[in-house]
Structures are given as C-alpha cells and as structure tokens.
C-alpha cells in the first residue's frame, strides 16, 4: 500500500453551531445526539455516527449478564472521533448519537422489535409482521431495535423489558435522531441544490474475499444503487484505489435502515454507509483509540471531500466552485 495520508493537524477550526436533542431514558435527561455545523457549510454533506454512543445509565448495565464484552461489540467504538474530525478537516455538517445501540438501534426500523423480549410480547394493536420482511427475520436473529444476543456469545439481558421503557425509547432516541437528520439534509438541499448522507460505521477485521489477496478496509454500501447517484460510489471507489486502500462495494454491507428511509436520490437526497476496518484505528484490542486513527481520519476526511463536490456537481449550485476549493 502506498504511504498512508499525513494525519490531520490540530488548528483554528471554524465555528461550528452545536444543537443537542432527544432524550436518553434513565440518565437524567442527557440528549441522545448533537448535531454540529458550521456558520458556512463548505460541502454539501452531512457527516453522521449512529452506533459510537456510550451514555449508558447505570439500570440499563446492571442489566447485562456481560456489560463490558456487549458494549465492545454493540459499539462502533470510538467512531465518533472519525466524525469529529473529518467534520473539522473538511466543513461537513456532523450528527453524532450518544444514546448506546445497546439501548435502540438507529439503523432498524421503529417497528423492528422482538417481542420475545418484552413484557406481555406483542400488543393487540401492533401492526402484524409482513411474511418474509427482512427486518422480521433479523429481529428474530436478536438483531432488532433492541439488540438481544450477541453472535458467538449468546443472550445479552437478564429479564424482558417494559413496553413503557421501549415506547420511551422509541420516541426519545429514535424519532428525535430522524426527524433531526431529516431536516438537516433538507437545509442542504435547500442550500445546495443536492445533500448527502455518510452514514459512518466500523466493522471488525474482514477476511479476503476468494480470489483476493487483501480484505477490504473500507466498504461502501449504497443499497445497491437505490440510496445514491452511482457516480458517488464510482468516485469513491476510483480515489480509494488510486491512494490503495482496499475497497468494495455492498459486500458484505450494503446499508440498512438509515439509508433505505433517508436516501431519496431522485429528490436531490442522496446516502452511502462507509465501514471503515476497527483494526485500522483502535489498539490490538480493538478498544481504545490506536496508532493509526490519525491517519485513517485523514484518508476518510479526503473521501468525504471527494464525494461532497460530486454531490454539488449533482446539485449544480452557485456553490460548486466552494465544495471544490
């Protein structure tokens, strides 16, 4: 692989206007996100990490047979410091959760629920499951809105959960963080003729691919085609193999429940998921912030730029000649 970015260096950042919303249930209502932008927005993107939170109320921990192993592997550990400073280096716009997954997935659906592991299961006036819905399937997995087993590691909770605490859930983490991400990329759109979503999450360390020598360490998914224009991902994939990181696309993720409501490219709207390898940026454990984060925080800084001026391209604003200084 060529040599690796130069790592972003610490400056004057412009200011940014922060507004926090949603409620976390239990923690004496800390917000459950904040939203971050610029008095100018320099690109036409809106930079958001769903799956980094870590505002854990102590009766939700005391909850798990295993509080240290599930946060490790519910959470995107310590993605949001990739957001904080692509959004700096590059002017994005930045949403951040600091509601846990571990609480309410982000990326499932509102109706996404295994309603084994709630009190009394499902209520009568439940919308019934549609046969062979994928999200039915992955909410019987333990994968749902409320995460209930781990792969490889079994059940997560001691006892079911009350359906007030997931109503409270649902309407102080879920509704709140998309409603907010909603109007964001509006104002975009409204200011740029075009606005796009970088839904961005970390994976674990991905074997190669049969016929491959190295696995990828960054994957970008797009619904395959539906979230975004396909110019985006080509041109993503072009200045990733130009700079050799070892890319795909939609394998083995394509994105989720994020980009299938919020991506709308026909409306000038577009979206794309970016997992980026953990081992890259956290230490041997995958647990801390490691040696590499710096400079993955580079090389994602540049993809975010590549990507925000073919959106302005897309939108075709007065605004062009801005995304591409």
Not at 36 to 45: A, M, S
Not at 66 to 71: G, I, R, S, V
Not at 101 to 108: G, Y
Not at 215 to 228: H, I, K, Q, Y
Request: include cysteine; proline fraction near 9%; charge should be neutral.
């Amino acid at each position: 692989m060529p040599s690796p970015p130069k790592p972003l260096r610490p400056g004057p950042a412009p200011r940014r206007i922060a507004i926090s919303g949603g409620v976390v249930p239990g923690l004496a209502e800390a917000p459950a996100f904040t939203l971050t932008r610029p008095e100018r927005l320099r690109l036409p993107v809106l930079v958001a990490v769903p799956h980094a939170g870590r505002a854990y109320p102590q009766a939700v921990t005391a909850r798990m047979r295993d509080a240290t192993l599930a946060q490790l592997r519910l959470e995107d550990r310590h993605a949001d410091r990739l957001g904080v400073a692509i959004a700096r280096e590059t002017g994005a716009a930045l949403l951040v959760a600091h509601a846990p997954r571990a609480l309410l997935d982000l990326n499932r659906a509102e109706d996404d629920v295994d309603w084994d592991m709630i009190e009394g299961g499902r209520p009568a006036d439940a919308a019934p499951a549609e046969p062979g819905q994928r999200s039915n399937a992955r909410a019987r997995s333990g994968l749902g809105l409320v995460p209930r087993r781990l792969p490889g590691s079994g059940e997560i909770w001691r006892g079911r959960l009350a359906p007030a605490e997931l109503e409270a859930r649902i309407e102080g983490i879920h509704r709140a963080y998309h409603a907010s991400l909603a109007e964001e990329l509006s104002r975009i759109r409204a200011e740029w003729g075009a606005a796009l979503l970088v839904d961005l999450h970390s994976m674990p360390p991905l074997r190669p691919a049969e016929g491959e020598t190295r696995a990828p360490l960054v994957v970008l998914g797009d619904r395959f085609g539906a979230s975004c224009h396909n110019a985006l991902v080509g041109r993503a994939l072009a200045h990733l193999e130009t700079r050799g990181v070892p890319a795909s696309q939609n394998r083995p993720y394509s994105g989720g429940y994020v980009l299938d409501r919020h991506g709308a490219p026909r409306e000038g709207i577009h979206a794309v998921q970016i997992e980026v390898c953990r081992a890259t940026y956290l230490d041997r454990h995958l647990a801390e912030p490691g040696a590499g984060l710096p400079a993955i925080a580079a090389m994602l800084a540049g993809l975010v730029r590549e990507l925000g001026a073919e959106t302005a391209l897309l939108g075709g604003g007065e605004q062009l000649r801005q995304a591409a200084e």
